[in-house]
Nanobody
Framework: QLTLVESGGGLVQSGGSLSLSCAAS????????IGWFRQAPGAERERVSC????????DYADSVKGRFTISRDNAKNTFYLQMNNLQPEDTAVYYC?????????????????WGQGTQVTVSS
């Protein structure tokens, strides 16, 4: 079973930046479609970004386009989410996820492996 361990997150002022990391163990991450989700209090879980295993196709939620960047380092079996120009509405618990599927259409939050979650809080 693929195990994911997140790091990063914390408290930042509006306009600041944070970087999240997700280290995988158990299997080679390059075979997995990876993504980041977030869930704010009282809100549904939202997929923030995804990178497919097959062609490295990337997508972002409209709310984070141009500010967040997903990347992976297969040599380190780790993937990342760089978050710039953070806003108070980005405050949420962020989760990394990975599934042994080819495209992002299947990374819908209902399967795969998940990190433990990390809190990101953006103050105004």
């Amino acid at each position: 079973q693929l195990t994911l361990v997140e790091s990063g997150g914390g408290l930042v002022q509006s306009g600041g930046s944070l970087s999240l990391s997700c280290a995988a163990s158990g299997y080679t991450l390059s075979y997995y479609t990876i993504g980041w989700f977030r869930q704010a209090p009282g809100a549904e879980r939202e997929r923030v970004s995804c990178m497919s295993s097959s062609r490295g196709t990337i997508d972002y939620a409209d709310s984070v386009k141009g500010r967040f960047t997903i990347s992976r380092d297969n040599a380190k079996n780790t993937f990342y989410l760089q978050m710039n120009n953070l806003q108070p509405e980005d405050t949420a618990v962020y989760y990394c996820a990975a599934d042994s599927i080819y495209t992002c259409s299947g990374l819908d939050g209902n399967g795969g492996s998940w990190g433990q979650g990390t809190q990101v809080t953006v103050s105004s």
